[in-house]
């Protein structure tokens, strides 16, 4: 290599310099997202400006960039269609989480505190998959959701169970993880045509930061529309047929006065007395 004012590589030095091995090197030379080197006799020479493009190849590789979108961007970055800064801008915007949740460590106290000291819940929701026990620590568990785990908390007070709960949760996370496929497709192909006003990297950051509250309200919406639906279709058909109470089921709520064989009341002339 040269002095730092012009900066020349072997492919070797170049390689080292990048950090990489050199069949990789060679191998973005050939799919064209390295430009060529120079040529001194059989001796190819590098650039800086060579080091600096597998330098942005790296950063765009760590924020989960494929090579086939990485030489899509540096074509259109060429033919002057994309400015690099936006288009980073925009990638970041794509990549800011749509939720505040994150995953929750608890011990095993916190946790029995959490479902009320009920006995086989625990082992339930690990069996489920809504909590995870962490290897060579038995008193401490992983919540990779905790708005999930609060969810089938509530719903397995309900009468839901665990195992229901976490089915139906499966069910919609397959329907809905097709829909927003279909939806994040949509209106990629609207860009800058019905979508993002001009399809800049302004206007898309301005569409994509709407698209979060307005679009987690928006599923709720036509959730609660949908299920309305489909329990009408049910009720009409039939489907829906409560099982009549017994003996063995009756919570204390659902027994008369006179199903206690210890106290029970009768009405006389507007007034109660015991028997």
Known sequence: MQDDEEAVFTVDELAAAAGLPVRTVRHYQSEKLLPGPQRQGRIALYRT???ERLQLIARLQDRG??????KDAFKRIEKGELW???WLGVGDELRAPWSEERPEV???AVLAERIEHRPGVVAALVDAGVIRRQQGLSDVYLVPSPAALDITLELDRAGVDIDTATEAAGIMRRHLAKTSEELVEHFLERAGAGFARRGT???IAEALKALRPLGARAVQLVFTQEI???LRTAVEKGRISPSPPTAGNLDERDRSPSDDPVASTEVQDGSSKTR
């Open 49 to 51: 400006e060579h080091l």
């Open 65 to 70: 960039l494929k090579l086939s979108a990485i």
């Open 84 to 86: 690099l800064d936006d």
């Open 106 to 108: 608890v011990t095993e």
């Open 201 to 203: 990297a302004e206007d």
């Open 228 to 230: 309305e639906r489909a």
